[in-house]
C-alpha cells in the first residue's frame, strides 16, 4: 500500500503542472503579446471624424470665387425609428414613398444602430420646415455640413470641383480618405486639393458590442479638432474674368492673360463654360450628364489643352532666334513676291511687298520674310548639316515654353506639340532639310501650342527675354505663401536688346496704319501683338490674338483665339484690346461699349458635327484636336500650296 | 455538558483555512459579475434584481446551508449515500421530462422562481456512493469486477446527462478516475484512456498515415530494443494494432457520430478553422478580453470589453475573462494560486483521514473542482473546447454555487470528523 500513499504525489504534481500551463499561456496572450491589447482598441475605439471647412478661394483682389454654405442633411438612426407618418415626411422633404423605401432600406442595410444619411442636402426652407416637426418624426435628425458655393459664377474650369470620393480615390490615398468624403476633382480643387480640404478632427469614441456610442476615449485626450482648409488667392482678376467669359458668350475658343512680371494669369476663360454651382448639389450627376451632351466639350479646358497652330504668333520667335543667331539684323531685307518657294514647297504670301525688312515684316506678318529667316538659321555653317541645326533650333524654340507643358498649377495641362530632328529623320531618313519643314517657320505644319503657350510667348517678350511659370494661385494660406518655382525667371537666352526690333514690329500691327490689327487700337495705350488666322481643316478658320500692353513696362500678355470666327482682326484682337484696356484703364473706353455689347451678342458656333465622326471618349479629361497640322507630303512635290491668311 | 463539548470540537475541528478561501473565492465572483453587468444606465442604488444582487443571496444562503451541513451528524452522508445517488438519477430522469430547454440542453427542472440542475446534485451524489463502495468492500481496484462496478456507478449519470444533451457536465464525471487511481486503479488504464483522448486529437491534427508511420517506428524501435523479451514484443504489438485500428474508428466516429457543431468546436479549438465571428466568436473575445489585461489589468469596472459587453455569456461561463481584463496577469494567478492552493489543501487534508470514506471522498470533491477549474479557465484562453461549465464558486448562478457549497462542506463535515469512525 505504500505504493498507492505515493499517488497523492502524482495527483498533486498533476494539479500543479496544469495550473502552469494555465498560468504559461495567460502570462503569453497578457504579457508577452501586445496582440490583444491592440485587438481589445480596435473591438471598442472608433475615430469619428469632423469635417473642417474647404478653404475658400479668392481672386487677386480677395473677393471670393469659392466659398462655402451650410447644407442640411436628413440622418436616420434605423432602430431608433418607431411608427410615424411616413407621408408627412416624403411631403416635406419632397420625395415620393418608393425612394422613401429605398432609402430606409439603404440606411438599415449600412448599420441599425448607427446614423446613415437618409437624404441629403436640404435646402434651407426645407431645413426649417423640417426642423419644426422633426419630433414627430423619431429616429430622424438633421445633420449640417458645408459644400461649396461660387457667388459669381465664373471660372469653372479654374475651379473645378469637387465630388464624393470613388472607391478608387480612397484606394489611392492609401486610407485617407473615407466613403462620404469630397475630393476635388478637376481644376485648382484637384491640384490644391491637400491644402484645400484641411485637416479632419478625430474624436475617439467608445462603443459597445452593438455599436451605441459610450462617451469619449480618455476624456478625450487623444482627440483632435478639425483643422479649416487654407485659403488661396488666385491671381484672376475677377472683372477682367466676368468680361473674358461674357465676350466669348456662344463661341468657342480661350483667353488667356498673362501679367508678365510675375507669371500670374489674370484671365482664364475657357468657351464654351457653365456655372461652376451646377456642379454642386443633389442634382450634380444630372448636371454632369447634360453638360457632357454639348457637342463642344464643356469640360475641355481650352488654355491648356487646346491644340492650335501658332501661326503667325510664332513669326516673332523667327526674328529673335534670327538676331539671336547673327543671322540677320533688323536693316536686312528680303524680297517677297508674294511667296516663298523651296524645291518643290511654296509657302504664300498675301501681298506682294518687294524688299522687307524686319520692322514691316511683322507688322505685315510676311511669310516670305519668316521663311528666309528660317532658311538662314538653318543653313549656317557651324553646323554640319541640316538636321543638327534643326535640333538646335527645336530646343531654342523649346525655351520659350513650346512643346512642353509650362507647369501650371492646374491638373491635366497637355504639351502642345513640337519634334526633334530624330523624329524627322525616322520619318523621312536622311532626305530632308529645311525645306522639307518650312512650315514650321509660320507657325504651322507639325507644331501645335496651347492658348496658354501663346500667351507666354508674349510675357516673354513684354519682358524682354524671360517668363515665370504661369500659375493661378498666388498666395497660400494665412502666411500667403507662393511656391519657389512660381518666382523663377526662366531665361530664353535672347539679349533683351534683340526684343526692341521685333517688339516695333508688334507694335506697329497694332498701331501703324498698315498694321493687321489696327481696328483694335487703345486710346493713350500702346499695344504690341500680331494677329492670326489659323487654318481649320474641319471648318471656317480660327481667329487669333495674341499681344502685350503697354508696351513700356508691360502690364498683361494676352492670348485670345476664337475658333471658326475666321480673320483675327474681326473677333480675337478686338476682344484682346478690351481685355487690356478694361485691366488697364479699370473700364472699356464709354465710346466701345457698344462694340463690346456688339460682341458678347455674337453667336459664332461650328456647324454640328458629321454623325460619322468617331465617338471620343468621355469625361472632363478628354481632348480634342483643334486643328489638324498641315504637312507637305514629301512623295508630292507639286502639293498645294499652303494656304496662310493673316 | 457533552453537548456543549462536541459544538466546541466541533469548531475547533473544522478546516477554517479552507472556508477562508471558499468564502475569498464567492467575493471574488461577486465583485467580477458585479463589474460584468453591461452599463445600461447609471444606476448607483444597489439592485437585487440583478445579477450581482442575486448572486450576493446565492452566497448568503449558500453559506447558510453550508453551515447547516456542518450540524447535521458526519454519518448521515455514508449511510444515506445510495439513496442520495438514487435521488439524483431519478432527478436527471424527471429532468428530461419536465426539464426546461435552456440552449439547446434540457437541464434545468423549474421550481417556482427557482431552477434546480440535476447533474449538479448528480457530481456529490456520485462521489457519495463512489466513497461507499469503496470504504465498505476495500475492493481491489486492479482486478476487473470492482473495476466494472465503479465504472457502472459514474457511467449511469454519464449517459443520463449525455441525454439532455450537456457534454460539459458529462466530462467533469470523468475526474472520478483520479479517486479511483488513487484507491488502486492501474495507472496503465489511465495512460490507455488519456493516450486514446491524444490520438483522437492528433488524429484530426495530422495526416492518419503520418500517425500511423509514427505509431510503426515507435513500435519497431521497442521491439528493436527488447529483442529479447519477448512477452514485451507481443505486447508492444498487440497495442501498435488497437492503436492503428483506433485511429481508423475515430475518425468514424468524428465524422459520422458527431454532430456538426461539436466538430467545428473541435475544429476551432485546434486551429483547423478559424471563424472568428462564428462559433469561434466567443472564445476568440474572450482571448482579446483577458489579453488586454496585460499585468495588472485595467482596474475594477475598466474593463471596456467588460463594459461594453463584447465577451457573452460573461458571468457565467466566461466569468474568468472578467478577471482577466481587469485585474490582469496579476489577478489571474491570484485566482489559480487559490484555486491550487485549495485544492492541494483538499488533498492533503483528505490524506490524513482515518477513514476510507472521507478520503475517497475528499478526492473526488479536489477533482471535480480540478476539472472545472482546467476547463474553463482553458476554455477562456482558448486551448480547450467551448465547453459550458461553470468556474467553481466564481460564476454567477445560484444552482452551481449551491452545489458546490455543498460538496466542499460535505467533506469539510467529514474533516471534521475525521477522529471518529464512520
Ligand atoms: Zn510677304
Known sequence: MDNLFNRKYVIQVLFIVVALILLGTLFYIQVASEKYFIAAESNVLKKIYTFPARGVIYDRNEKPLAQNEAVYDLMVIPNQVKEFDTAALCRIIDIDMKRFARNFNKASAQSRYQPSIFERQLSVQVYATLSEQLSRFPGFFVQSRTIRHYP?????????????????????????????????????????????????????MMYDVRNVPKGSYAEGRFDTAAVSGDRLISSLDLKL???????????????????????????????????????????????????????????????????????SSFKPLDALLGLQEGVIDPSMTFNCPGYFKVGGHTVKCEHV????????????????????????????????????????????????????????????????????????????????????????????????????????????????????????????????????????????????RHFEPVIDGMQDAVNAPWGTAIQSRIDGIVMCGKTGT??????????????FAPRDNPKIAIAVIVENAGYGSTYAAPIASYIAEQYLKGEVSKYKLAQVAWMKSQVILPEPPKPKVKPKPKGTDSIEKVTTPVLPDQNHTKSKPIQITQ | MINQQSNNRFFFNVDWVTILIYIALCAIGFVNIYASI???????????????????????????????????????????????????????????????????????IPIGSFRLQPSELAKFGTALLLARYISSFNPKLNTLKPVLIAAVIIVVPMCLIMLQPDAGSMLV?????????????????????????????????????????????????????????????IMIGIIMISAIGYLFIAKLVFENVLQPHQRTRIELI??????????????????????????????????????????????????????????????????????????????????RQRSTFSRVYGYCVACIIFFHVFINIGMTIGIIPVIGIPLPFISYGGSS??????????????????????
Not at chain 1, 459669381?152 to 484606394?171: C, N, R, T
Not at chain 1, 447634360?290 to 487646346?306: A, D, H, S, T, W
Not at chain 1, 528666309?372 to 533650333?393: G, M, S
Not at chain 2, 483547423?272 to 495588472?296: E, F, M, R
Open chain 1, 152 to 204: 459669381d459664377s465664373v471660372a469653372a474650369h479654374f475651379l473645378g470641383y469637387i465630388k464624393e470620393v470613388s472607391p478608387l480615390d480612397i484606394q489611392n490615398s492609401e486610407g485617407y480618405y473615407r466613403s462620404g468624403d469630397y475630393i476635388g476633382k478637376s481644376g485648382v480643387e484637384k491640384s490644391y486639393e491637400t491644402l484645400l480640404r484641411g485637416e479632419r478632427g478625430i474624436v475617439n
Open chain 1, 241 to 311: 474674368q466676368k468680361l473674358g467669359e461674357d465676350l466669348m458668350r456662344n463661341k468657342v475658343g480661350s483667353i488667356v492673360a498673362i501679367e508678365p512680371a510675375s507669371g500670374e494669369i489674370l484671365a482664364f476663360v475657357s468657351s464654351p463654360t457653365y456655372d461652376p454651382n451646377l456642379m454642386v448639389g443633389r442634382s450634380q450627376g444630372n448636371n454632369y450628364m447634360e453638360l457632357l451632351k454639348n457637342p463642344n466639350r464643356v469640360f475641355n479646358i481650352r488654355p491648356i489643352q487646346g491644340y492650335y497652330s501658332p501661326g
Open chain 1, 353 to 496: 511687298d518687294g524688299n522687307i525688312a524686319l520692322r514691316m515684316g511683322l507688322a505685315r506678318s510676311c511669310n516670305t520674310y519668316a521663311c528666309y529667316v528660317f532658311q538662314k538659321l538653318l543653313t549656317q555653317r557651324k553646323y554640319p548639316n541640316q538636321r543638327v541645326a534643326y535640333d538646335e533650333w527645336q530646343k531654342k524654340v523649346r525655351k520659350f515654353g513650346l512643346g512642353e507643358k509650362l507647369g501650371i498649377d492646374l491638373p491635366s495641362e497637355r504639351n502642345g506639340r513640337l519634334y526633334d530632328a530624330a523624329y524627322y529623320s525616322g520619318k523621312y531618313s536622311k532626305y530632308w532639310n529645311y525645306g522639307t519643314v518650312i512650315s514650321l517657320a509660320i507657325g504651322q505644319g507639325e507644331m501645335d501650342a496651347t492658348p496658354l503657350q501663346m500667351a507666354n510667348i508674349m510675357a516673354i517678350i513684354a519682358n524682354r527675354g524671360y517668363y515665370i511659370k504661369p500659375h493661378l494661385v498666388k498666395a497660400i494660406g494665412k502666411n500667403r505663401v507662393i511656391k519657389k518655382e512660381y518666382v523663377k525667371k526662366n531665361y530664353v537666352d535672347v539679349e533683351a
Open chain 1, 534 to 547: 489659323v487654318q481649320n481643316p474641319r471648318g471656317k478658320n480660327h481667329s487669333v490674338f495674341i499681344g
Open chain 2, 38 to 108: 453591461p452599463q445600461v444606465e447609471e444606476s448607483t442604488a444597489f439592485n437585487f434584481a440583478s445579477n450581482y444582487g442575486k448572486q450576493l443571496i446565492f452566497i448568503m444562503t449558500g453559506l447558510v446551508l453550508g453551515f447547516s451541513i456542518l450540524l447535521l451528524d458526519a454519518k448521515f452522508f455514508s449511510i444515506f449515500s445510495p439513496i442520495i445517488y438514487g435521488v439524483t438519477m431519478i432527478l436527471l430522469l424527471v429532468v428530461l421530462v419536465v426539464g426546461r430547454n435552456v440552449g439547446g440542453n434540457q437541464a434545468w
Open chain 2, 173 to 233: 464525471f470523468l475526474s472520478f478516475m483520479f479517486p479511483l487511481y488513487r484507491e488502486g486503479l492501474p495507472g496503465y488504464l489511465l495512460i490507455i484512456f488519456w493516450g486514446m483522448v491524444l490520438l483522437f486529437i492528433l488524429n484530426l491534427f495530422l495526416s492518419q498515415w503520418v500517425l500511423i508511420s509514427i505509431i510503426l517506428i515507435l513500435g519497431g524501435l521497442f521491439i528493436y530494443f527488447n529483442k529479447k523479451k519477448h512477452q514485451r514484443m
Open chain 2, 270 to 351: 485546434l486551429g483547423l478553422k478559424t471563424d472568428p465571428k462564428g462559433a469561434g466568436y466567443n472564445v476568440n473575445q474572450s482571448k482579446i478580453a483577458i489579453g488586454s489585461g496585460q499585468l495588472t489589468g485595467r482596474g475594477f469596472l475598466q474593463g471596456t470589453q467588460t463594459k461594453y459587453g463584447y465577451v457573452p455569456e460573461q458571468s457565467t461561463d466566461f466569468i474568468f475573462s472578467t478577471i482577466g481584463e481587469e485585474w490582469g496577469f496579476a489577478g489571474c494567478f491570484v485566482v489559480i494560486g487559490l484555486y491550487m492552493f485549495l485544492l492541494l489543501r483538499i488533498v492533503n487534508l483528505a490524506e
Open chain 2, 401 to 422: 454555487l449551491w452545489s458546490f457549497t455543498v460538496l466542499l462542506f460535505i467533506f469539510l463535515k467529514l474533516d471534521s470528523n475525521r477522529m471518529g469512525f464512520i
